[in-house]
C-alpha cells in the first residue's frame, strides 16, 4: 500500500505522473497483480483525467470520517484498473 504520491507544482504538466502510473502498470503487471485501486479528491481534475486517460474507471465514493473510509458520500472518487493476464 502507498500512502500518497504527488507531483511538485513545478514539474507538473511533463508527462511526469502518467509516465509513474505507467511504470507502477508494467511493474504490477510483471508482478502478476490483476488489479490497482487508487482514490484522488473529487475536486482533483487533474489527477482524474490522468487516471481515466490510462484506463482507470471510476468504481465509487468514499469518505473520510475521523481518520475511517466509507463509501457512498462525494468527497473522493475511487479508481480501479484491471490489469491484463500476461502470458
Do not use: C, P, W
Request: hydrophobic fraction near 40%; charged fraction near 25%; proline fraction near 0%.
Amino acid at each position: 500500500s502507498v500512502g500518497h504520491v504527488s507531483i511538485a507544482k513545478e514539474y507538473r504538466g511533463r508527462g511526469l505522473g502518467t509516465f509513474m502510473i505507467s511504470e507502477t502498470i508494467k511493474f504490477f503487471e510483471h508482478k502478476n497483480i490483476k488489479k490497482i485501486v487508487l482514490s484522488t479528491d473529487f475536486k482533483n481534475e487533474v489527477a482524474k483525467k490522468m487516471y481515466l486517460k490510462n484506463g482507470f474507471q471510476i468504481t465509487g465514493i468514499i469518505y473520510q470520517l475521523q481518520g475511517k473510509y466509507f463509501f457512498g458520500h462525494n468527497k473522493n472518487n475511487v479508481f480501479k484498473k484491471i490489469l491484463k493476464l500476461i502470458v
